[in-house]
């Protein structure tokens, strides 16, 4: 048990370069930290291809946030470049603050060439790690960037003191230009041309092309135990990552504590691991080992597309010692360890990865998983297709286009933000509230295809009343192949509180759920042919998204929203807009 203090980390600082303004405000709540986010070009070389991208602070990775349980923060985003702009606070809750969530057209109008706006939002009841991103198109290729939020002060870990905290953030890098490749993708009704290279901390790695000077280099110490913040930004990619002959003890997912265990190896999304390096002990003579080891990630893939078949490397290796004396074998000799990563397709490794998440539980960090549901909900999610437009060759399946729905509906995005029609009384043209809750026409999800894979389009919503206990069990469907889907809910953490493989059993699968320890997150993953149940409290009113963070089957319309509707008391009703939120 310990209280952190500043983070400390190796050469992944480059990365790191910020002004930071803080007030001081009620202990109690944590001080207020100012951030500035200039949207630029610059140009940036990765596999000895060099074009500009839009990037943020002309960082790429992105400018990190560091903020305490309690702060608040006030990030100005000042865009510089032709494209419209919006950043998404991944896994923030923002309580009262919709118009901070950053999703284009759902919270707010895009941030257009040449104007500003403030995000204004306050961490509550959060610490871990989660990261921000652009929420339009696919800027988010390169515009994104971590989040570490700390305890409050004199709150200790509850795990043992790291030496050190590295955040690790894994990407996506394409040749081409992000935004060309998904509008190509959208006008043939194809699929999208896959990344070039996955990338650690920005950089591609030894394992392609042109790439072994970008390579993450993490330097430790013998004896030492290091917090790794783990962030999958990828865009279109689930990932398998390990680092050779080393153990990770999982102690954080989507900033909420989890009951620790040990894995070689852990799927992305956002996971703090505790890495221990391996004790002192004579080699050489010096006492460090004698030896660099591979940190690996590749993809787990599910489904029957496309997809980058690579592996990104970077390289953990133990500091000189600080006498000076160093082995006698040349740093550029020592044996290189690789880790060994799971089939591509392990959805065995996934799921058991995935069953051994457990919330804390403790006095502290209570499960508060609702145990009374007053709204069931069921919704397949999946692809499908849409009709080739008249006078049209279209590459999707059987001459048509590429689509994916939830509930067979594919979501169209307004014009107008969802947020400000709900909040101003002007929904009519903009969306209606009839989101089917449950399949329209029920039939064998997991079973022979049907031979109808067409989608209905709308911009639907669920309404809900304030305080509202939710259950919604997602299913997978094997139209076009079944495919694992991460499902990310803005506004809300939700519990894990069941999943399975096949159809859902409405009789026989919630006797097995668990209400006891399920795991907290704000984003899963519904299984590949299989279900997944999650519970949560509808108290934070707004309109939320709800979508699938693989970003192509977001642009096909694997997406919904939900309205959550005031509360009777003051605190429990949406503030309203700020002066500057952006006009569409």
């Not at 400390?8 to 803080?22: E, Q, R």
């Not at 977001?554 to 005031?566: C, P």
Request: net charge positive.
């Amino acid at each position: 048990m310990y209280t952190p203090s500043t983070l400390s980390s190796p050469a992944f600082l480059v990365f790191f370069s910020f002004s930071t303004f803080c007030l001081l405000a009620d202990p109690v709540l944590g001080i207020t930290r100012h951030y500035k986010f200039d949207i630029k070009l610059h140009n940036v070389t990765r596999l000895c291809h060099t074009k500009s991208i839009v990037s943020v602070n002309g960082q790429f990775p992105g400018p990190r946030i560091v903020a305490r349980e309690g702060d608040r923060l006030l990030i100005k985003v000042v865009n510089h470049v032709p494209n419209n702009i919006t950043i998404h606070w991944h896994g923030i809750r923002q309580l009262r603050s919709g118009w901070a969530d950053g999703p284009a057209y759902v919270t707010q109008c895009p941030i257009q060439t040449g104007q500003s706006y403030v995000y204004n939002f306050t961490i509550v009841g959060q610490r871990g790690t989660l990261f921000w991103h652009a929420h339009i198109s696919w800027l988010r290729a390169t515009v994104y960037g971590p989040i570490v939020i700390l305890p409050k002060r004199g709150v200790p870990y509850p795990f043992a003191r790291p030496y050190r905290e590295v955040p690790i953030i894994f990407g996506e890098w394409f040749n081409a230009d992000p935004e060309a490749v998904i509008s190509q993708a959208l006008q043939t009704g194809g699929g999208p041309n896959v990344s070039d290279a996955y990338t650690i901390n920005g950089l591609p790695g030894p394992l392609y092309n042109c790439s072994a000077k970008d390579t993450f280099k993490l330097k430790v110490k013998p004896g030492k135990t290091y917090l790794l913040r783990l962030i999958n930004a990828a865009l279109n990619d689930e990932l398998f990552f390990s680092i050779a002959n080393h153990t990770l003890s999982v102690v954080d997912v989507d900033a909420i504590y989890v009951k620790p265990f040990e894995t070689l190896i852990t799927p992305g999304q956002t996971t703090n691991v505790i890495l221990k390096t391996k004790p002192s002990y004579p080699l050489c003579c010096t006492g460090y080992p004698d030896a660099k080891f591979f940190m690996t990630a590749r993809p787990y893939v599910t489904g029957q597309g496309t997809f980058n078949n690579s592996t990104v490397a970077a390289i953990l290796e133990y500091e000189s010692p600080p006498n000076g004396l160093h082995s006698s074998i040349s740093i550029k000799k020592l044996p290189l360890f690789k880790p060994i990563l799971p089939a591509l397709n392990d959805t065995s490794f996934a799921t058991n990865f995935a069953s051994k998440l457990r919330s804390l539980d403790s006095a502290q960090y209570p499960a508060n998983v609702p145990r009374a549901v007053d709204k069931h909900f069921f919704f397949t999610v999946g692809l499908g297709t849409s009709p080739c437009q008249h006078n049209q060759t279209c590459q999707g399946p059987n001459g048509t286009k590429f689509a994916a729905s939830v509930n067979n509906v594919s979501f169209a995005m307004p014009t107008t933000a969802l947020l400000q029609a709900h909040f101003f009384g002007q929904s009519n043209g903009v969306y209606t509230p009839n989101f089917p809750g449950s399949p329209i026409i029920p039939f064998n999800y997991t079973g022979t295809p049907t031979s109808n894979t067409m989608v209905s389009n709308g911009t639907k919503v669920v309404v809900l009343p304030f305080n509202t206990s939710v259950e919604l069990v997602m299913q997978d469907t094997s139209i076009l192949g079944a495919e694992s889907h991460p499902l990310h809910l803005h506004g809300f953490n939700f519990f894990v509180a069941g999943q399975g493989f096949g159809n859902f059993d409405r009789n026989k699968d919630p006797a097995k759920f668990n209400l006891v320890d399920p795991i907290e997150r704000n984003t899963v993953g519904v299984p590949s042919g299989g279900w997944v149940a999650i519970r949560f409290l509808a108290d934070n009113p707004g309109v939320w998204f709800m979508h699938c963070h693989l970003e192509v089957h977001t642009s096909w319309g694997l997406k919904m929203a939900w309205v959550v509707l005031d509360g009777e008391f003051p605190d429990q009703k949406l503030l309203p807009p700020p002066a500057d939120l952006p006009k569409c």
